[in-house]
Every structure is written in C-alpha cells, then in structure tokens.
C-alpha cells in the first residue's frame, strides 16, 4: 500500500530539521522527511573543503531549542556544524520519519494530495497532504563554460565536492574565484601546495573577523550558566540586525563599513599594484562581504599568485587567463558557487496546473512571505524565495518559516482544507520585496551578485530587511493570503483571521 503522511519534508539541513522541530512542538506527528544523502548536514555535509567554517558567530548560528555550548570558537568549523546537526537529529527522536539516502524524483498535486516518487533506499510513492520543500540554495554547483575546462590535464573538481584523495602537497594548484569559499580555502592550500595562482574575476570587500577559540574554561561556563548563552545570543543577535544598515546601504552605515575594509586590505597589503587590484569598484554590500584574517596575508606571500581576470581557457595544464596570462598547474578548484536563483528542485515539483514550480519561476522566484506559492497548493518553501540574509544567522528566517508554516496548517482544520495562495497576495509580496530593494546597493550598486536574477533583474534570493522585520511581516499574514480554503481561527497569536468558505 502507498504510504500517506499529513507532511512531507524535502531535505534535513538547517530547514528540514527545523521544520521537522516545530511539527512536534505542534503536535503533528504525521509527517516524514526525505534526505538523499546518507547524514543529515545539507551543506555542511557536502562542503568538506580546507578551511571550511561558518561566518555567522557559533552561538547564533543554531537552533533556539538546541543552544551548544561547546563550539570550539567564535565561528564554528564545518565538520562542527554538520555534528551539531546530527545532534540535533538525534535528540529530536526522528526515528522512522527520517528517511536517509531517499531522494524526490517528482512531486505532483493530483486529487487533492501529493504524489512523492522517491528514489534511492526507499522508491516508491508517497501520499502527502502538505509538501515542505526544505531542500536549501547552496545545493547544486556551478561549473563555469570555459574552453577546455573538461580536458585539464590532472584532478579538476568544484570546492563543495572536495576530492580528498588527491595530494595537494607540493602540488601547483589553482582556485578559480574569490568567494566565501574561496578565501576559506587559498590560506589553507598556501600552507601545503607548492604555489597556488588564484583567478580573481571580482574582487571582494572583507572585513575583519575576529575569530579566535573558546578556551575551556569559557565553555565550561557556557555549560554551567545557561542563561549567559541566552545573553550572548541576544548580544549577537542585536549585532547583526545593526549590520542591516550598511549592507543594504545607509549613507552613514556603508561609509563606516567601507573605511574599515579599506582599513583592513591597506593594513595587510602592502604593495600598492596588488591593493588596487583586491579593491572593489562596486559599493559596500552589493555583493556578499566577506569576512577574513587570513585571506589578505595569504594572497601578499610567495605561495599565492593572484590573476585579476577571470579563467578564459584551458589547454591541457596550461590555464590561460582574459588578461592572456598564462599559468601551468597540477590541480584546478573551482570555486564558483552554486545554482542559487535557479533552484534545481523546482524542476521537479508540478503543480495545480501541471506545471513546474521552474516554470512558474522562468522570471525568478516569486511567493507570499517567502513561503508559499500560487499555483501550488499545501506547498511551503524553506529558505527559498527572498529568505536569505547578507547581515545575520539564516537559521532565524528558517526557524520563522517553519512556525509560519505551523500556524497556516493550523488553519486547515479537521476538514483538511486545502489552502491556494491568491495570485493578488503574490504579486502585491513580490512588488513590496521590489519597492523594499529599489535604492539598496543590491539593485544599485554597480556589480552582479548572486541576490538578483539575471533573467528579470529582480531580487529574488535576499529578504531585503532585518530579521525583526520579516518576523514582523509574517505576523501580519492572517490567512487572507488563501483564497480556497476554508479560513478560521486563529493565524497568529492575538489576531482572529476571517472565516470563509471553501471555494
């Protein structure tokens, strides 16, 4: 017999468990959730490359209901993050409604339910009421179209698919890119590989980072005294939401920011030539600012080459750059990111009409609170549309998204109603988002970044405001947002949303 469940869960990263937490809190034990990969983690299982750590401080970058007071140090190691998450797994008790190395194939709205074809440990179908897509934007990489790139004479693989078998020691290697990633990675590889030539299409604005361990007598404390987390929590919290001002391009915020990169790259780089070619044409936080001790050093000693022009061709060994210089290496990283506007799920979601959520999405990503979609009943989507943050901890958007999602199943009722996003409340979310994003260095600033897409030159990755804001937002979401529903009691506490009848 098909299995049927109330909720599916597409993924156990950050969102799926996050989602899955908050099913148990609500009482609703009817649900699954489908990870393709053999351990929870989603990204930080699958990044595993040198160097690779959070940049939102460790105490902010969890859950609410799992405080760790064991993190080695300000920022987390990956290897940290994806135990942390394995856990959490654990400590949540998901038992059989963890469905490891079991992955979508397709999901269908059809009479009223959705039709899940899963592949991997358990193919088959699966019946769900509500389908929760929680499968992240950092999933699938992007290898760049560059002459040659499938004929490198030696080991070629992208940084979040690490190849650890290959020995970098006294090796020529090179990275293409200087994203986050990217100067995690090239001030580890400077230790080990014989040099390391780094492809540099755009330079970054980088702040510093501060980072430093925890010695054991601080964790300790944060073991003994609970409440001291709670207060570092709040401190950190209060401290990203004030970095929303010069990221998203305050005058007098985006001045004291900018001063201190160009503060930081002038203190570490001392030769002029190289200084002007790490600094950004573009305005502070038009795209991602990184952050980074270590990365400047590495870049002004001997191990490390930097080619300001991006990666044009590849002949055999040789890398051949736009600026016509060329390099020999035995090794080639990409370092090029992922697949973010265009999420790769979307492709397999159907909806009310037959057609995909790609589909619906040909222009970029649209929704009503970041969350739910027209066209694609009981659907909610975690860390999707303008649900990222350039200034504080994701976790606390999915964590909202998540109690969002609760409250809107709360309205479903004993009659399993099924809830139709009007296509009005779309588009007047999707116009807010773009008067919101309007004068931001995002839309404005002079660069490409991975925040807006290419095909409609709207932003459709970032939440173009502070957490509190958005939280804000959700809290005024009383239901109307569905129109074939039957809408009744309560979306949030303290305001009654309209009853109506199913239509």
């Known amino acids: 017999m098909t299995e049927r469940v109330e909720v599916a869960v597409i993924g156990a990263g950050f969102a799926g468990l996050g989602m899955a937490m908050a099913l148990r809190r609500a009482g609703r034990d009817s649900f699954v959730v489908l990870e393709r990969a053999a351990s929870v983690g989603g990204t930080w299982r699958d990044n595993t490359y040198p160097g690779v750590a959070c940049d939102v401080p460790s105490h902010l970058y969890g859950f609410a209901a799992h405080p760790n007071p064991d993190w080695s140090g300000v920022y987390a190691r990956g290897d940290e993050i994806h135990r942390y998450l394995e856990d959490v797994a654990d400590r949540e008790h998901l038992g059989e409604r963890l469905r490891l190395q079991t992955s979508l194939r397709s999901a269908r709205w059809e009479d009223g339910v959705w039709r899940l074809e899963t592949g991997g440990a358990e193919p088959g179908e699966l019946h769900a009421d509500v389908l929760v897509l929680a ?42 890119g200087t994203g986050a990633s990217a100067i995690q990675l090239v001030p580890e590889l400077a230790r080990t590989a014989a040099h390391v030539t780094l492809f540099q299409r755009t330079p970054a604005w980088i702040v510093p980072r501060g980072a430093r361990p925890y010695s054991e007598a601080e964790r300790a404390a944060f073991t003994a005294h609970p409440e ?59 795209k991602r600012v990184l952050l980074s001790d270590e990365f ?11 080619e300001p022009s991006a990666l044009a061709a590849v002949e055999g060994s040789a890398l051949v750059a736009s600026s016509g210089a060329r390099y020999d290496a035995d090794v080639l990283v990409l370092a090029t990111g992922f697949a973010s506007t265009q999420q790769p799920y979307a492709a397999l979601v159907h909806g009310e009409d037959g057609r995909t ?32 943050l350039g200034h504080n901890s994701s ?109």
């Not at 400047?296 to 930097?306: E, G, K, R």
């Not at 939280?471 to 569905?482: K, N, P, Q, T, Y």
């Open 135 to 176: 499968c992240g934007r950092l999933t699938e990489p992007v290898v760049p179209e560059i002459d040659g790139l499938a004929g490198f004479d030696g080991p070629l693989f992208h940084s979040s698919r690490w190849d650890h078998s290959v020995d970098l020691e006294g090796a020529r290697v090179a990275v293409v």
């Open 228 to 286: 001291e987390l709670d207060r570092l929590r709040a401190e950190l919290y209060t401290e990203g939401e004030a970095r929303f001002a010069s990221r998203s391009g305050d005058a007098a915020a985006s001045v004291i920011a900018r001063r201190t990169a160009e503060q930081h790259l002038a203190g570490q780089i001392g030769d002029p030539a190289l200084r002007a070619a790490l600094t950004p044409d573009y305005a502070f936080g038009c």
């Open 395 to 503: 976790v606390l958007m999915v964590e909202e998204q998540a109690a969002y999602t609760v409250r809107a199943l709360a309205l479903r009722g004993e009659d399993r109603a099924v809830l139709r996003v009007r296509p009005e409340a779309e588009a007047a979310y999707s116009a807010e988002i773009a008067r919101a994003a309007r004068e931001t260095p995002w839309m404005t600033g002079g660069c490409r970044n991975w925040y807006v897409d290419e095909r409609s030159g709207r932003l459709t990755l970032l939440w173009p405001g502070t957490v509190d804001a958005f939280r804000a937002r959700l809290a005024r979401a009383d239901g109307s947002e569905f129109a074939a529903a039957t809408v009744s009691g309560t979306l949030h506490d303290g305001t009654s949303t309209r009853t109506g009848e199913q239509t």
């Open 357 to 388: 959520l790609d589909q619906h999405w040909a222009e970029g990503m649209t929704s009503f609170g970041s969350t739910v979609v027209t066209g694609f009943p009981n659907l909610f989507v975690l860390n999707g549309p303008n649900a990222s």
């Open 296 to 306: 400047y050093p590495a870049v002004a000693s001997d191990a490390v080459t930097l």
